[in-house]
T-cell receptor
Framework: DTGVSQDPRHKITKRGQNVTFRCDPI?????LYWYRQTLGQGPEFLTY????????KSRLLSDRFSAERPKGSFSTLEIQRTEQGDSAMYLC????????????FGDGTRLSIL | RKEVEQDPGPFNVPEGATVAFNCTYS??????FFWYRQDCRKEPKLLMS???SGNEDGRFTAQLNRASQYISLLIRDSKLSDSATYLC???????????FGTGTRLKVLA
């Protein structure tokens, strides 16, 4: 399968713990995006990278959130000192760095904060 | 006002019916438009891009009206397998991020 891959699929953790998610994009895609989705809502943009450069961050991305894409391939999203409100599906997507190219999504990581 | 607005539904229609969804967007500088389909607890999957001239893919037709700032999706001859949430997506000019609507739930009934 050469689609977008996310790991883990599910994460359950206690409030206050740190969590890290990984995303492996489609290999030839330069752009990588992170979104968050809660029940009954559409996904909300968090941040995106072109190669290793983080080009845009949402105001939703508080200082407890950090994303990296060190070699321009896979990316990690870390949440420090998790809170109840962080419970959501975290979706990664990738696309070619061309205009009007659609984004392709991974299966997501479902985070539950106890 | 939300940047992208959709009627959340649900739309319950019988098999074989034609159903249409609209979506309005607030940023007139928006550049790219898409419809995605999302099944329960799954990731969004691209259904179709929406072009200025309108486009069709089998039973699905998408239209863009820039003057009124809305896009539409028409599904003809609905199948049970069309039951899903349909997400309207807009990408503003100058950015590559997506702005999603809340989605419209469709249930096709036997």
């Amino acid at each position: 399968d050469t689609g977008v891959s996310q790991d883990p699929r599910h994460k359950i953790t206690k409030r206050g713990q740190n969590v890290t998610f990984r995303c492996d994009p489609i290999s030839e895609h330069n752009r990588l995006y992170w979104y968050r989705q809660t029940l009954g809502q559409g996904p909300e943009f968090l941040t995106y990278f072109q190669n290793e450069a983080q080009l845009e961050k949402s105001r939703l991305l508080s200082d407890r959130f950090s994303a990296e894409r060190p070699k321009g391939s896979f990316s990690t999203l870390e949440i420090q000192r998790t809170e109840q409100g962080d419970s959501a599906m975290y979706l990664c997507a990738s696309s070619l760095a061309l205009e009007f190219q659609p984004q392709h999504f991974g299966d997501g990581t479902r985070l539950s904060i106890l | 006002r939300k940047e992208v607005e959709q009627d959340p539904g649900p739309f319950n229609v019988p098999e074989g019916a034609t159903v249409a969804f609209n979506c309005t967007y607030s940023n007139s500088a928006s550049q790219s438009f898409f419809w995605y389909r999302q099944d329960c607890r799954k990731e969004p999957k691209l259904l179709m891009s929406v072009y200025s001239s309108g486009n069709e893919d089998g039973r699905f037709t998408a239209q863009l009206n820039r003057a009124s700032q809305y896009i539409s999706l028409l599904i003809r001859d609905s199948k049970l397998s069309d039951s899903a949430t349909y997400l309207c997506v807009v990408s503003p000019s100058g950015t590559y991020k997506y702005i999603f609507g809340t989605g419209t739930r469709l249930k096709v009934l036997a």
